[in-house]
């Protein structure tokens, strides 16, 4: 099993940018494909992005951040990033960072672990 707790977020303002990390501990980190999801109030959890397993060669997005979010890896710091650029008030949402990502070959994005979540705002 692997603990998952998120760090980074915070009150931005629109067009700015934050840096969201997940350091992992508990189980080995690279045999985790990793990702993030966000949850804004009174709307269903969304994915974000995910990125493969061990070397993380392979990065996914969703459509609302293509361009604007880069998620990356350091295993040697077992600890999970997402870059944000170009931030908009609609990327106002509690972020959580997730081990065992799996579903993106029917688009139904899921994972086996869960972290707490980091607020991010982002202010017009």
């Known amino acids: 099993q692997v603990q998952l707790v998120e760090s980074g977020g915070g009150l931005v303002q629109a067009g700015g940018s934050l840096r969201l990390s997940c350091a992992a501990s508990?189980?080995?980190?690279?045999?985790?494909?990793m990702g993030w999801f966000r949850q804004a109030p009174g709307k269903a959890r969304e994915f974000v992005a995910a990125?493969?397993?061990?070397?993380?060669?392979?990065?996914y997005y969703g459509d609302s951040v293509k361009g604007r979010f880069t998620i990356s890896r350091d295993n040697a710091k077992n600890t999970l990033y997402l870059q944000m650029n170009s931030l908009i008030p609609e990327d106002t949402a509690i972020y959580s960072c997730?081990?065992?990502?799996?579903?993106?070959?029917?688009?139904?994005?899921?994972?086996?672990?869960w972290g707490q979540g980091t607020q991010v705002t982002v202010s017009s």
């Open positions: 508990g189980s080995t980190f690279t045999s985790y494909a």
């Open positions: 990125i493969s397993w061990q070397g993380g060669t392979a990065t």
């Open positions: 997730a081990a065992g990502v799996h579903g993106g070959s029917s688009g139904d994005w899921k994972a086996d672990y």
